[in-house]
Nanobody, 125 residues
Framework: QVQLVESGGGLVQAGGSLRLSCTAS????????MGWFRQAPGKEREIVAA????????DYADSVKGRFTISRDNARDTVYLQMNSLKPEDTAVYYC??????????????????WGKGTLVTVSS
């Protein structure tokens, strides 16, 4: 079992930046592939980014490539999402998630085992 708590959401103008953090407690953080997902009003949840257990490999949704960066600090049990050049269409609740499946399966299916409660990001135009 692992508990995930996100922070760092808020209101930002288009073109601005935010950094989300997610701190884990419970089982060994480095055992999990970590990911960030988001769900906009009226839309399905989608994967934004994921990072392997060691942090050496990352992948992103096409919509955020070049603007968002996922990273992790296994010593601090924390994963981050740096979001730059934000657009109004990035407005959503952002969720941190931990998964035991392989990185490739998670990127393909979004199947994770544990979820945080989410943090709201609002980008104004």
């Amino acid at each position: 079992q692992v508990q995930l708590v996100e922070s760092g959401g808020g209101l930002v103008q288009a073109g601005g930046s935010l950094r989300l953090s997610c701190t884990a407690s419970g089982r060994t953080f480095s055992s999990y592939v970590m990911g960030w997902f988001r769900q906009a009003p009226g839309k399905e949840r989608e994967i934004v980014a994921a990072i392997t257990r060691s942090g050496t490999i990352t992948d992103y949704a096409d919509s955020v490539k070049g603007r968002f960066t996922i990273s992790r600090d296994n010593a601090r049990d924390t994963v981050y999402l740096q979001m730059n050049s934000l657009k109004p269409e990035d407005t959503a609740v952002y969720y941190c998630a931990a998964g035991l499946r392989s990185f490739s399966i998670i990127m393909r299916t979004g199947g994770m085992d544990y979820w945080g409660k989410g943090t709201l990001v609002t980008v104004s135009s």
